[in-house]
T-cell receptor, first 111, second 117 residues
Framework: GEDVEQSLFLSVREGDSSVINCTYTDSSSTYLYWYKQEPGAGLQLLTYIFSNMDMKQDQRLTVLLNKKDKHLSLRIADTQTGDSAIYFCAVERRSNYQLIWGAGTKLIIKP | DGGITQSPKYLFRKEGQNVTLSCEQNLNHDAMYWYRQDPGQGLRLIYYSQIVNDFQKGDIAEGYSVSREKKESFPLTVTSAQKNPTAFYLC????????????????FGPGTRLTVL
């Protein structure tokens, strides 16, 4: 069936780059999304990419999309303590156009 | 100040009791959603509504019920038929109905943590 997979944890040093990866099975999504969840809170949209793009850059964030391999990644440059959160990728389900969510990657920042 | 609110933030109930979680939005959004979040799992869709007086089951609707009598409100009832109700519940809304190729940014409330004792 349709699925979205992410690693559950990523640990990086403050100031380094973080790369969070996501793979998906349903390739029909027109938009692919990254959301951020801070502790005990709801999610908020961080960025998104249109499916006909390979890359999108937005300040410290870079999204890469490899449609052939069904792989999406989020790179955060110069990672700061404020980036500590859980990051979810989400793609559109072909059958009912609702979003399918990955399990979320918890980003841990080491001083 | 536009946004989406959920109440209460924490809720404790005894096993076998029904409980209703509130979700209100003043963003004038047509679509609203209920998700359940469990540790180590992605958000799972319980119910969604694309317009007033209409809603559809999501992936895990069993043991839950909803209503959409007003555009601003989409309450979720967790019934005693739900076998494992303890979880973090998130409500969201989006500006329009979903459809192939449409942009669907969802705006989330702060969540309600339900614990069944």
């Amino acid at each position: 069936g349709e699925d979205v997979e992410q690693s559950l944890f990523l640990s990086v040093r403050e100031g380094d780059s973080s790369v969070i990866n996501c793979t998906y099975t349903d390739s029909s999504s027109t938009y692919l999304y990254w959301y951020k969840q801070e502790p005990g809170a709801g999610l908020q949209l961080l960025t998104y990419i249109f499916s006909n793009m390979d890359m999108k850059q937005d300040q410290r964030l870079t999204v890469l999309l490899n449609k052939k391999d069904k792989h999406l990644s989020l790179r955060i440059a110069d990672t700061q303590t404020g980036d500590s959160a859980i990051y979810f990728c989400a793609v559109e389900r072909r059958s009912n156009y609702q979003l399918i969510w990955g399990a979320g990657t918890k980003l841990i920042i080491k001083p | 100040d536009g946004g989406i609110t959920q109440s209460p933030k924490y809720l404790f109930r005894k096993e076998g009791q029904n409980v209703t979680l509130s979700c209100e939005q003043n963003l004038n959004h047509d679509a609203m959603y209920w998700y359940r979040q469990d540790p180590g799992q992605g958000l799972r869709l319980i119910y969604y509504s694309q317009i007033v007086n209409d809603f559809q089951k999501g992936d895990i609707a069993e043991g839950y019920s909803v209503s959409r009598e007003k555009k601003e409100s989409f309450p979720l009832t967790v019934t005693s038929a739900q076998k494992n109700p303890t979880a973090f519940y998130l409500c969201a809304s989006s500006i329009g109905t979903s459809g192939f190729g449409s942009y669907n940014e969802q705006f989330f409330g702060p969540g309600t943590r339900l614990t069944v004792l």
